[in-house]
């Protein structure tokens, strides 16, 4: 299955219009072009996604979690591109960071925002990345530091000659779920749809130790992002577990609700190469690390 990046804009405009007729003249085609687009989409990912009605359309669970994917891709490129018209110069200095899916939106943006008192030229690259992705990128030297969750055991079998590391701080990881009236919608009493992380990323990992064999669940949805997962825990479509920094708003606004007796916590490290000697890289590490 190829993803065409129309498929987002086309699912926004549906959601936004609740009508083919409609969304189809936002999306600039016909009528019956548009409902064959729609058409293809569900072909080619061997699923309905719309519930038609005789005079309205609503999607299914499978395209409640197609659509809040696509509004959270639709929002990332927005924060990028507004990023981009403020920031990038010709002169700035590059630092590439490979973070963790979870650690981006909230966590990165106030480790990161000492360095800007300091430099006014600093351009930085983000990658997307889980912890051997981000590890692999820096022993190849296609990124100069990794932001990601890790334990004692994985760090003490990172290579000294290679890897060099600090942490930064210990992260809560909360299970949640969305209300109804004030109270959780769901409860670790029943069998409760688990939007879960992918078995690559770290905290998917973590997560399943905390609660194999000991609750009762079925698993409705996987990804690397957390911010992924908080748009659907937002939706009441399951238990989430997410870093406590990334929900802080949510929970003061009684939009989520924490379950009590499953949360943890986890470190977070920074973690640079010794491979490859920068002066631009000794700068950044040693702001963020020594100050």
Known sequence: MTLEIRWIEDLLALD???????????????????????????EALGFQIL????????FTDAG?????????????????????EKNIKDNELSIKFAVSHSLITQFFPKFIQKLYSN????KLEIIASNLQQGLYLL???SCDFLICYCDQITLQQLDPSIFKYHKIVKMEVLPVTATINHQPKYSFSQNFPLLA????????????????????YRTLYETDNASDLKALALQGLGVAWLPRLLIEEEL????LKVLEGYSFFQDVYIVRSHLIYSEKVNFVWNALVLN
């Open 16 to 42: 936004q219009e609740k009508s083919i007729s409609k969304a189809a003249a936002l999306r600039h085609v016909t009528q019956s072009a548009f409902t064959r687009r729609i058409q293809n989409i569900e």
């Open 51 to 58: 519930k038609r009605y005789s005079k309205s359309i609503d």
């Open 64 to 84: 409640q979690v197609l659509l809040s994917t696509s509004k959270n891709i639709k929002n990332q490129m927005n924060t990028t591109i507004n990023y981009l």
């Open 119 to 122: 430099y006014d030229d600093l």
């Open 139 to 141: 022993k190849e030297g």
């Open 197 to 216: 992380y992918s078995k690559k990323a770290y905290l998917g990992k973590c997560v399943d130790k905390v609660i194999e064999g000991k609750l009762n």
């Open 252 to 255: 003061n606004d009684n939009k």
